[in-house]
Nanobody, 124 residues
Framework: QVQLVESGGGSVQAGGSLRLSCTAS????????MGWFRQAPGKEGGLVAA????????YYAHSVRGRFTTSRDNANNTVYLQMNSLTPEDTAVYSC?????????????????WGQGTQVTVSS
């Protein structure tokens, strides 16, 4: 399994942008499908975006489609989540997750490796 560390969270005003990074240890990152999840207190969390091992295929939750973009740099063991047009409803702890798989993975129970999460706060 890989170990994952997120960075890039913070506070931003509504309409602003943030880019999250998730850096993995280990040599097998390029064979991992990656996902971004979020969880806010008192709200149902879940998958925000996912990307396959090569970055050819992606999935986005309906609530972020057109605003968020995930990408990866396998040479640097990093996956990104670019978040634009942020709203207060995007406030949450964002975590990345990985699974040794080549296709996009949308079920959270299938992910084996998880980062510790990074807080994103959007003020109105």
């Amino acid at each position: 399994q890989v170990q994952l560390v997120e960075s890039g969270g913070g506070s931003v005003q509504a309409g602003g942008s943030l880019r999250l990074s998730c850096t993995a240890s280990g040599r097998t990152f390029s064979r991992y499908s990656m996902g971004w999840f979020r969880q806010a207190p008192g709200k149902e969390g879940g998958l925000v975006a996912a990307i396959d091992w090569r970055g050819d295929s992606t999935y986005y939750a309906h609530s972020v489609r057109g605003r968020f973009t995930t990408s990866r740099d396998n040479a640097n063991n990093t996956v990104y989540l670019q978040m634009n047009s942020l709203t207060p409803e995007d406030t949450a702890v964002y975590s990345c997750a990985g699974r040794a798989n080549i296709g996009v993975v949308v079920e959270d129970v299938l992910y084996a490796s998880w980062g510790q999460g990074t807080q994103v706060t959007v003020s109105s």
